[in-house]
């Protein structure tokens, strides 16, 4: 089976990437940063930057008939740790919202930039959904 790209109607219709690929029943999640759907980086600050992003990551995951238990890995690349950290509480009551008690393998690493100069935070992840619940996206071939 060819990687098939998986782009959710709810997000920024991508140029040069996909949002995910997927390779059989894994689903590799391309780099999600606090996009919304106007193209804008989300304002507020590292909380909401990360809902947005997790949110980016979860909506590809749906698309492909994934569920947050489903994510085996999470990374987060971050341009200010010490925010991040300053923060970790009130981010992880929007994990626990968006995603339950699930935690998956996850690094947070610290970058000087992101793609958007505005953004905070950038997360990408690996998801293997149970074959009774994949939904590959149809393709033009």
């Known amino acids: 089976m060819s990687p098939v790209p998986v782009n959710p109607a709810s997000l920024p219709t991508p140029s040069g990437y996909s949002h995910g690929t997927l390779a059989g029943n894994t689903l590799y999640l391309g780099g999600q940063t606090a996009l919304d759907a106007d193209m ?28 947050p238990e489903d994510l085996v890995s999470i990374t987060i690349y971050l341009t200010d740790i010490p925010d991040y950290q300053a923060h970790g509480a009130e981010i992880g009551r929007v994990w626990r919202e968006l995603a339950g008690r699930v935690y998956p393998a996850m690094a947070g690493i610290g970058t000087t930039a992101l793609w958007q100069p505005e953004a905070l935070i950038e997360i990408v992840g690996i998801a293997v959904i149970p074959d009774e619940r994949l939904r590959p996206p149809a393709t033009d071939a």
């Open 40 to 67: 804008r980086i989300v304002p507020g600050g590292i909380v909401e930057q990360f809902r947005q992003a997790f949110g980016n990551v979860l909506a590809t995951l749906a698309e492909a008939g994934g569920q």
